[in-house]
Every structure is written in C-alpha cells, then in structure tokens.
C-alpha cells in the first residue's frame, strides 16, 4: 500500500503532480480542496458551511475535514493506495491521519514537500485565478492563504521529519523533472 502526502504551500502544484502520479501508480486521488469544491457546486450543508472558510483563505475545522476525509477512505475498494493532496494542513490533521491509518494497519509512505518560492506562487495562483476563475485565486485572498500556511500548515515539515517521512522535492522548473524527483522518492521508500 502507497499511502503518499503531497504537500506544499497554495500554488506549489500539488493538484498537477497528483494527476502524474495516480497515473504512474494506480493510486486513488483525494484532494481535499476539489471534495469541497464539488459541495459548494452542489450546495449541499457542507458546501454552504465550506464557502465561507474558503473565500476567507481559512482553513475548515479538523473536524469536518477529517470526518470527510474518513468517509472518501471508505468508499474506496480494493485499492492499491492513496495520494492525498490538500491534508492534513494542520498537526491535529496529521495525527488523526496516522490513526485512522494505523487502524487500517497501514502508515504514511512518503510525504512529499513541494518547495516553491514565494514570489513563484504567487504568481502561479494570480494566473490560475485569470484562467479558472477559482474564487479564492485573487490577490487578497493568496496573501491570506499564504500566512495561513506559514502558520498552520508548514509546522508539518518538522512533524513529518520526526516521523522520518518527509522528503524535500524542488517544486520549481520543468513538471517533467519535479515528477521524476518525486517518482524517485517515491521508489526509495
Ligand atoms: P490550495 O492548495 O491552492 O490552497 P486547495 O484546493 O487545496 O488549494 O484548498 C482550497 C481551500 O479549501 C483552502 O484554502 C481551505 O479553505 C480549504 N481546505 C482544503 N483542504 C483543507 C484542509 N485539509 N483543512 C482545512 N481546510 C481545507
């Protein structure tokens, strides 16, 4: 079982390698940001509940975000693993990830640190929000995003190195190289 974190700041590309390394690995995707996506396109109670977190550049509570994530795990059968993109974003995330693998007998594989300048990412999400129209890829909201991650979520490289999980992937330059390097640390676990 591969069971593989992809994390990184806004914009560092996690959603565009994911795509890369479903298709190498046969892997099921979870991207946490696209689930809620899709809520706030049906309008469902959680989608209403997700909207105002996100155009805010917030985080949802770890409770919503790890009872959807559990209920996403479930529904698959039979599968050879998981990429998840988009969690944890926070260390309550990851520790409840750790559990809810290890009561599955199965653990973190690799987590995958996509670094990315800042300067790059903002550009990157800037062009992404003239392109896709995503709400929360404006200027004001990026900056939001950004310290929200310097705050919650990048506290997690450390977490992840204690578990002797991390592996640092140079997340600027050719998308054929950063997959090769991910692919490579991959295979090494
Ligand atoms: P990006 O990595 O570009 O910020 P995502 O699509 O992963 O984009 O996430 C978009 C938004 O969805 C986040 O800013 C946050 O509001 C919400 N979100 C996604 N994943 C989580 C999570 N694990 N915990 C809390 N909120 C989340």
């Not at 996403?72 to 990429?83: A, M, N, Q, R, T």
Request: net charge negative; hydrophobic share 40%; with cysteine.
């Amino acid at each position: 079982m591969l069971n593989i974190v992809i994390f990184g700041a806004p914009g560092s590309g996690k959603g565009t390698q994911s795509e890369r390394i479903v298709a190498k690995y046969g892997i099921n995707h979870i991207s946490t940001g696209d689930v809620l996506r899709a809520e706030i396109k049906n309008n469902t109670e959680l989608g209403k509940v997700a909207k105002g977190y996100i155009d805010q550049g917030q985080l949802l509570p770890d409770n919503l975000i790890v009872d959807m994530l559990a209920a996403k795990l479930d529904s698959f059968e039979e599968s050879k693993g998981v990429i998840f993109d988009g969690f944890p974003r926070t260390i309550a995330q990851a520790e409840a990830l750790k559990q809810m693998l290890a009561a599955r007998g199965q653990s973190v594989t690799v987590m995958l640190d996509l670094d990315v300048p800042e300067e790059e990412l903002m550009e990157r999400l800037i062009k992404r929000g003239q392109e896709s129209g995503r709400a929360d890829d404006n200027e004001e909201t990026i900056k939001k995003r950004l310290v929200v991650y310097h705050s919650q979520t990048a506290p997690l490289i450390d977490w992840y190195k204690q578990e002797g999980q991390y592996a640092h992937i140079h997340g600027s330059g050719r998308l054929e190289d950063i997959t090769a390097e991910i692919c490579a640390a991959i295979d090494q676990k």
